[in-house]
């Protein structure tokens, strides 16, 4: 009878407040990611993220990242570093800090996120000059 009433569903939902730190951290979380999940925190990576899982979710929604607060809006998915990569996309069931098979070697490079679109970007300098000039009013 509770089922018909909806009343799990409110449960499932004080349950998230609950997990998520209080009515205000909620609404926060669900501006910045546009949902609100409540799961275990698996690991965090050196930039900031967290990561979690929820079982109870089905396969595919059930690993999340939290981005670091820092970033605000402005997070994609480049800023998962390679490491956290395989674990966000089933290609290992071990978070990076509990796999012991994965090898760091000296030549390895640090994570960089992509930085298209932003004032960061790479522009390659050329020596050719452009086929179309700009009009310039005098």
């Given at each position: 009878m509770a089922n018909?009433?909806?009343a799990d569903k409110v449960l499932r939902l004080l349950g998230w407040v609950?997990?998520?730190g209080g009515i205000l951290a909620t609404l926060k979380k669900g501006f910045r990611m546009d949902e609100v999940k409540a799961g275990t925190l698996?690991?965090?990576?050196?930039?900031?993220?967290k990561y979690y899982e929820d079982p109870s979710q089905f396969y595919g929604r059930n690993r999340w990242v939290?981005?670091?607060?820092?970033?605000?809006?402005?997070?994609?998915?480049?800023q998962i570093p390679a490491e956290w990569f395989g674990w966000m996309h089933y290609k290992t069931d071990l978070p990076p800090h509990r796999d012991g098979n994965r090898k760091q070697y000296k030549w390895m490079q640090d994570h960089s996120e992509n930085l298209?679109?932003?004032t960061e970007a790479y522009m390659p300098y050329s020596t050719?000059?452009?086929k179309v000039e700009a009009w310039n009013p005098k």
């Open positions: 018909f009433f909806g609950q997990k998520n698996v690991g965090a990576d050196k930039y900031g993220n939290e981005f670091a607060d820092y970033k605000n809006l402005e997070y994609d998915g480049s298209s679109g932003t050719t000059r452009p």
